[in-house]
């Protein structure tokens, strides 16, 4: 058991090296997105974007980018979520997210559907966010992702816009290649980064601190498929207005470093003295 924590422990300590920026740019395998606002296109505020998944990870996400400037659809199967958002109060508790809320529904830029295909045919950017628990024997219920990807394949045979799918939620290296990319492919009957884009860019957020997160991650990381350039590119103007770290990874890699950050946040939380135990 002591020689796993410490494996754990010297894979924590390589990825708070790895969100380090000024770690990034001593690798070689990396390609740092350096001042990538100066890049961003004047119309760059008009993609519209769809939430799926209006938890914690999809509320904050649709919020901040409502915030920001975008035009936000949020999209949840569960009606006291839809009517939360559609009433402009927080679904969840965090604080300073019922005041952007309020903000976004005053100025509509935050807007609910039930509907996927509504979300698809009005929007031109997807975040996959819904959950991902875990099971008895330890492994990820990817249940909701596979819903997400089939019901958005089924929605993309019908539209002719290259569209982009950045997966959000917290999944297994091998998903994308494995689950994500297949089931939208056969679903939509289209191919991935030639009829629509398929992004990668996992979340660092903590509860109670999730806004301040966001706006200021430790790293920013971008999982790109194949030769997907404009996907990224896409991606680049909705993160505009963070600052963090940023470097561009194949999406297996992406996934890879996501995994292991959240060993070592799990590792960190359990090995660090409580506070409420001391006399």
């Known amino acids: 058991m002591f020689i796993r924590v410490v494996r754990l422990c010297m ?13 990034l740019a001593s690798r070689n395998s990396v390609s740092i997105l350096e001042n990538f606002r100066l890049e961003i296109e004047p119309d760059g505020r008009d993609y519209r974007v769809r939430v ?3 938890g914690y990870v999809g509320g904050v996400l649709a919020v901040c980018l409502s ?3 975008f035009a936000v659809l949020a999209v949840d199967p569960v009606w006291f979520k839809v009517g939360c958002l559609a009433r402009g109060q927080a679904p969840i508790a965090e604080p300073g997210l019922s005041d952007l809320l309020s903000y976004a529904h005053k100025t509509d830029l935050l807007t609910v559907t039930r509907s996927t295909a509504e979300a698809i045919n009005t929007s031109d950017i ?3 966010c819904v959950g991902t628990p875990s099971l008895v024997d330890g492994t990820l219920n990817t249940d909701h992702v596979r819903q997400v990807c089939e019901n ?15 997966m959000r939620s ?13 089931i939208l492919e056969r679903a939509s009957g289209k191919t991935a980064e030639r009829d629509f884009g398929v992004v990668s860019y996992p979340e660092f957020l903590r509860e109670i601190t999730a806004i301040a997160d966001y ?6 990381v971008f999982g790109q498929y194949e030769g997907d350039a404009r996907s990224i590119d896409a991606l680049k103007v909705l993160v505009s207005d963070t600052c963090g770290g940023n470097n561009l990874r194949c999406v297996r890699t992406n996934r890879k470093r996501r995994a292991r950050a959240s060993v070592w ?4 939380i359990r090995l660090r003295p409580d506070s409420r135990l001391r006399a």
């Open 11 to 23: 894979a924590g300590c390589e990825m708070e090296n790895y969100l380090n920026s000024a770690s």
């Open 52 to 54: 799926f998944g209006a």
């Open 67 to 69: 915030q920001d400037g």
């Open 126 to 128: 997807s975040f996959c």
């Open 152 to 166: 958005s394949g089924k929605a993309l045979r019908h539209k002719v816009a290259f569209d982009i799918l950045v």
């Open 170 to 182: 917290t999944i297994l290296p091998v998903t994308m290649k494995e689950l994500v990319i297949p």
């Open 215 to 220: 706006y200021k991650p430790g790293a920013i």
């Open 265 to 268: 946040h799990s590792v960190s």
